[in-house]
């Protein structure tokens, strides 16, 4: 009996030293060698999103960092996004949540920063059945053409003054109106008022600091002092509108500003998708949600904007809570996953031209950018895919698509299209570094 048991603990002992040899035997992906204590900080610079897809030509679609003490791993292949957000969508479903969302328990109470649980479950059931459904989303279709409306009525205003539009300002305050009056009929803002105190000033200011580097996410020994630790008032006015703000209005607004400036480069682009809206719509008319199903190319000018300007470079940043095995390679617990949407979507080895704004390679191929295919995948793809996407893809297309059907438009100053600045500034949402001002005139 004795015999028995030293035999199978025996067995027992060398199956485990087999395990741990094996694991062992895993490493890391490859990357660059980490500094002493700040690791690869260096290598990021002022656009993370651009030095990270230049490091992944050397390094792989699949890479390691050090980010002062965190283990970092950055995804920038389609076939690699794949792996993680569908084959094993549920080990990387966690979010890394930054230091500054612990304040005040916000992440504990927000679907964006909750693990997959009965909480976020509950939550996510209820912006899908009771804001974002079908349903809802075409019981409330004529709030949001009174504000396409609105905007069109301030681009005449502008048009018969001869003077320029601010693009991006325009826009944002337009969806900043349409969610408070969806909610209780109240807007939150003026198009017309020119104030710097108003509350699209307060809110640009928070998507600019939501996406400023905290040192504590990256040196939690920094954790007890803070030296970037924002007053409370900061921290429950940011962390209550985050959510909100950052989750749909900007990323509608980002998205928008950059299919206009990539229209304004190319003339062409503006006469063929004018001649398409009045074919099937006619000239100067609104453009209503159900008319989109029927503009093709304009629906095209969106896909190429996502794919060139994805609103968050990075998709929501993920954490694994044990170790996985991916590829060949061990993901070490705690280590936080980035998936590079910038650079999948400028993959040279998938895309033709990547670096060019080419809304008619859509004609020939059809991707899904809902999640199925992870060539084209802005609104993220798994259980964790943004669910504001089925309100994205009516808005911005019907507001594009109104402003282009109601307007010509042109540069101020005497810029012309090929020296139009595309400057991106990087943050929580990809921004253009200086906002787009533009002159409309009649059709």
């Not at 199978?8 to 199956?15: K, Q, T, W």
């Not at 928008?256 to 008319?285: D, F, S, T, Y």
Request: with cysteine; net charge positive.
């Amino acid at each position: 009996m004795n015999y028995f048991i030293l035999v199978l603990a025996s067995i027992f002992a060398l199956i485990f030293v087999y395990s741990l040899a094996k694991l062992s035997s895993k490493k890391l992906p490859p990357g660059p060698s980490p500094w002493p204590i700040v690791g690869s900080l260096h290598l990021f610079g002022a656009k993370p999103h651009v030095s990270l897809a230049n490091l992944a030509k050397n390094y792989g679609p699949i890479m390691s960092l050090k980010m002062g003490q965190i283990t970092t791993i950055v995804i920038s292949s389609s076939s690699m996004a794949k792996q993680v957000l569908k084959n094993h969508d549920l080990a990387f479903s966690t979010r890394f949540v930054p230091d500054a969302l612990q304040a005040h328990n916000y992440c504990k109470f927000s679907a964006v920063w909750l693990p997959v649980c009965p909480q976020w479950r509950m939550l996510r059931k209820i912006m899908n059945t009771k804001l974002l459904s079908t349903n809802r989303l075409d019981a409330n279709q004529h709030l949001r053409s009174q504000k396409a409306k609105e905007l069109i009525d301030y681009c005449e205003k502008c048009s018969q003054q001869g003077e320029a539009v601010d693009v991006g300002q325009i826009v944002f305050k337009t969806n900043l109106n349409l969610m408070p009056n969806t909610l209780f009929s109240k807007d939150l803002v003026h198009l017309y008022s020119d104030s710097k105190l108003d509350l699209t000033d307060a809110i640009l200011s928070i998507v600019d600091v939501a996406g400023k580097i905290n040192l504590v996410d990256y040196f939690p020994i920094l954790e007890k002092i803070d030296p970037q630790r924002m007053s409370i008032f900061e921290r429950i006015t940011k962390f209550n509108l985050q959510d909100l703000f950052i989750g749909g209005i900007d990323t509608i607004t980002s998205t928008l500003e950059w299919a206009m400036a990539e229209i304004l480069r190319q003339p062409e682009i503006m006469k063929k998708v004018q001649a398409e809206l009045a074919q099937v719509v006619g000239k100067g008319k609104p453009i209503e949600e159900a008319d989109v199903s029927r503009l093709p190319y304009l629906q095209f000018i969106i896909k190429e904007t996502l794919r060139l300007h994805p609103p968050a470079p990075f998709l929501i940043p993920r954490r694994v809570d044990q170790d996985i095995e991916l590829c060949d390679y061990i993901i070490p617990k705690g280590a936080l996953v980035l998936v590079n949407a910038w650079a999948i979507g400028r993959d040279s080895s998938f895309w033709e031209d990547a670096l060019v704004f080419k809304p008619g390679r859509f004609r020939s191929l059809e991707l899904d950018m809902r999640g199925k295919d992870f060539e084209l995948i802005p609104f993220g793809a798994g259980r964790r895919t943004c669910p504001g996407f089925p309100l994205a893809l009516r808005l911005m297309p019907a507001i594009l698509g109104s402003m282009l059907n109601s307007f010509n438009w042109k540069l101020e100053a005497c810029i012309e299209p090929k020296d139009l600045d595309m400057e991106e500034k990087f943050g929580v949402i990809l921004g253009r570094a200086h906002p787009l001002r533009a002159i409309p005139s009649p059709l």
